[in-house]
Nanobody, 123 residues
Framework: VQLVESGGDLVQPGGSLRLSCAASGFTFSNYAMSWYRQGPGKERELVARITSAGGITNYADSVKGRFIISRDNAKNTVYLQMNSLRPEDTAVYYC?????????????????WGQGTQVTVSS
């Protein structure tokens, strides 16, 4: 199983970036996909989540209206379009894949993480 993030960079406040996460080794289209971030001295937090078919998205209040999560199940890739970036968006951004299902009454969960990509917002 691999999740490989890319697209992190140094950008000025007000700028935009698009992060990508390429998945392999599992059935991507069955998994909910999320982006998390961890800023300096902060705990990891959920940024955005998208359901397996892409029909439902959720965002942290701090990024609503600025970030857009999307996925292409044909390319096994999830994206995070980040607009109007602020210095407080500076963090390592991580891709996450998650699935939970019940077999004979037992819940099975699988949870995979990428290695992260650095986003720095600074003038």
């Amino acid at each position: 199983v691999q999740l490989v993030e890319s697209g992190g960079d140094l950008v000025q406040p007000g700028g935009s970036l698009r992060l990508s996460c390429a998945a392999s080794g599992f059935t991507f289209s069955n998994y909910a996909m999320s982006w998390y971030r961890q800023g300096p001295g902060k705990e990891r937090e959920l940024v955005a989540r998208i359901t397996s078919a892409g029909g439902i998205t959720n965002y942290a209040d701090s990024v609503k209206g600025r970030f857009i999560i999307s996925r292409d199940n044909a390319k096994n890739t999830v994206y995070l379009q980040m607009n109007s970036l602020r210095p407080e968006d500076t963090a390592v951004y991580y891709c996450n894949a998650y699935i939970a299902f019940r077999v004979f009454g037992k819940v099975n969960e699988y949870d995979y993480w990428g290695q992260g990509t650095q986003v720095t917002v600074s003038s």
